[in-house]
Nanobody
Framework: QVQLQASGGGSVRAGGSLRLSCAAS????????VGWFRQVPGKEREGVAAIVYSDGRTYYADSVKGRFTISRDQRTLYLQMNSLKSEDTATYHC??????????????????????????WGQGTLVTISS
């Protein structure tokens, strides 16, 4: 099982930017779907973005579309976050899965609950946005 470690969180003012990174312990196989989820205490976990590792097809939640960009290289997943808002404050986790490419880029993997299809889950990195 691949180990994932997220980093890059911090505190910024609204309108600012942050770039999160997620380092994998091994090369991610071409069948992997990888992505970012965020959690706020008392709220449901939200799938923010996902990418089909082999061909780069992406999914974004409506709440971040146009502001966040997911990308990857051989062993690292990134989340570039621009135009940050106070509602983006959360703990961000990276995750990896062997769900189908369709489930990945359609949003099915990101929006189903109960840790559907999550094979690896990284520890979180806290993002705090002040207004």
């Amino acid at each position: 099982q691949v180990q994932l470690q997220a980093s890059g969180g911090g505190s910024v003012r609204a309108g600012g930017s942050l770039r999160l990174s997620c380092a994998a312990s091994t090369y991610l196989y071409s069948s992997f779907c990888v992505g970012w989820f965020r959690q706020v205490p008392g709220k449901e976990r939200e799938g923010v973005a996902a990418i089909v590792y082999s061909d780069g097809r992406t999914y974004y939640a409506d709440s971040v579309k146009g502001r966040f960009t997911i990308s990857r290289d051989q062993r690292t997943l990134y989340l570039q976050m621009n135009s940050l808002k106070s509602e983006d404050t959360a703990t961000y986790h990276c995750a990896a899965s062997t769900v189908s490419p369709y489930d990945c880029y359609s949003g099915s993997w990101s929006t189903q609950g109960d840790y559907y299809g999550i094979d690896s889950w990284g520890q979180g990195t806290l993002v705090t946005i002040s207004s």
